[in-house]
């Protein structure tokens, strides 16, 4: 099992830049890779970009470019860089680890970022 902390939300004018950081504790040493999701009202959680165990990543088409993830020094550890930020990520964004197993079936409490126009 793991527990996942995410945080860094908050509120934004669009345009601006946000970092999100996650924590993950508990049974790390088996993660594969970590990821971050969100979810904005009404519609159903996506990914937003994964980074692999070896630094290899991959984006969500609507953040590319924008987006940037990566890990800490430990390996428990992933942020999130957010530029150019949209009235459209306006979300709650979740971290999650990857296992052999496949993605973790639990979510923190999650972190809110909110975009103003």
């Known amino acids: 099992q793991v527990q996942l902390v995410e945080s860094g939300g908050g509120l934004v004018q669009a345009g601006g830049s946000l970092r999100l950081s996650c924590a993950a504790a508990?049974?790390?040493?088996?993660?594969?890779?970590m990821g971050w999701y969100r979810q904005a009202p009404g519609k159903q959680r996506e990914l937003v970009a994964i980074?692999?165990?070896?630094?290899?990543?991959n984006y969500g088409d609507s953040v590319k470019g924008r987006f940037t993830i990566s890990r800490g020094n430990a390996k428990n550890t992933v942020y999130l860089q957010m530029n150019s930020l949209k009235p459209e990520d306006t979300a709650v964004y979740y971290c999650n680890a990857q296992y052999s197993s496949g993605w973790y079936n639990g979510w923190g409490q999650g972190t809110q970022v909110t975009v103003s126009s």
């Open positions: 508990g049974s790390i040493f088996s993660i594969n890779a």
């Open positions: 980074i692999s165990s070896d630094g290899m990543t």
